[in-house]
């Protein structure tokens, strides 16, 4: 059976990623800066055969991978698999609300504490790392021989480059999650490789630069 490539991109910018507070699955929309990532990731990749762009339903994946598709000359086809963990009742707050509200719940966090759950219906890493497995390599199977571009959030695509370099859910991470970054994966029923990581040099320009073609 032939490899299904994979693009995988983290959404653009959020004003949320900027205060560093917590969107989980809440519907945040990209910023100035995320759209002009996004076109620069449509740019990037509009010479990539794609045959289907993934993305998760929330709008600040969703309108990076219309950029993606649109430049494909294709549609995006959502799926809720792809959404960020869920945070329960820490999305909306900073780390530091967290860390000076509740501690032992900041502790569990930070030490990556594999069944550790948010409170009011967050998820485990497990949890999270068994939806992320599940749903792509859903995805990736309807497309041997093809490439496809998966379009989803910074604890999806952490947990993909745990899933294909072998690593547990609770390893310190040493490896960059950039908005709009280029990420690339190999699937086989025998598993996932990682191919190249963390490609940002589509963004290198200045943002808003008008001299610069999308």
Same mark, same amino acid.
């Given at each position: ?26 519907? *945040? ?7 002009? %990532? ?23 994946? =969703? ?12 549609? *995006?086809?959502? =799926? ?13 707050? &900073? ?6 509200? +509740?501690?032992? =719940?900041?502790?569990? +966090? ?5 069944? +550790? ?29 093809? %490439? ?7 604890? *999806? ?7 294909? &370099?072998?690593?547990? *859910?609770?390893?310190?991470? &040493? ?11 190999? +699937? ?27």
């Amino acid at each position: 059976m032939e490899a299904t490539r994979i693009i995988a991109v983290r959404h653009g910018e959020t004003s949320w990623n900027v205060d560093s507070r917590i969107q989980g699955q809440l519907d *945040v929309q990209l910023n100035d800066t995320g759209r002009w %990532q996004a076109r620069r990731v449509g740019h990037a990749l509009a010479t990539e055969q794609l045959g289907a762009v993934y993305s998760s339903d929330l709008r600040r994946a =969703h309108e990076t991978a219309r950029a993606i598709a649109d430049a494909a000359g294709i549609p *995006v086809v959502a =799926h809720p698999g792809l959404r960020e963990r869920r945070f329960g009742m820490f999305e909306g707050r &900073t780390f530091d609300e967290i860390q000076r509200n +509740w501690p032992d =719940h900041a502790q569990n +966090w930070k030490k990556r504490i594999p069944e +550790w759950q948010p409170p009011d219906g967050g998820e485990s890493l497990l949890e999270l790392r068994e939806r992320v497995h599940r749903t792509v390599q859903d995805l990736a199977s309807r497309h041997c021989g093809e %490439q496809i571009a998966v379009v989803a959030h910074g604890g *999806v695509l952490d947990t993909l480059y745990r899933i294909a &370099t072998g690593q547990e *859910v609770n390893s310190p991470r &040493t490896w960059q999650l950039p908005n709009g970054a280029i990420n690339r994966l190999l +699937w086989t029923p025998e598993g996932f490789t990682l191919v190249g990581w963390s490609d940002t040099q589509h963004l290198e320009h200045a943002p808003f630069d008008e001299n610069t073609s999308f």
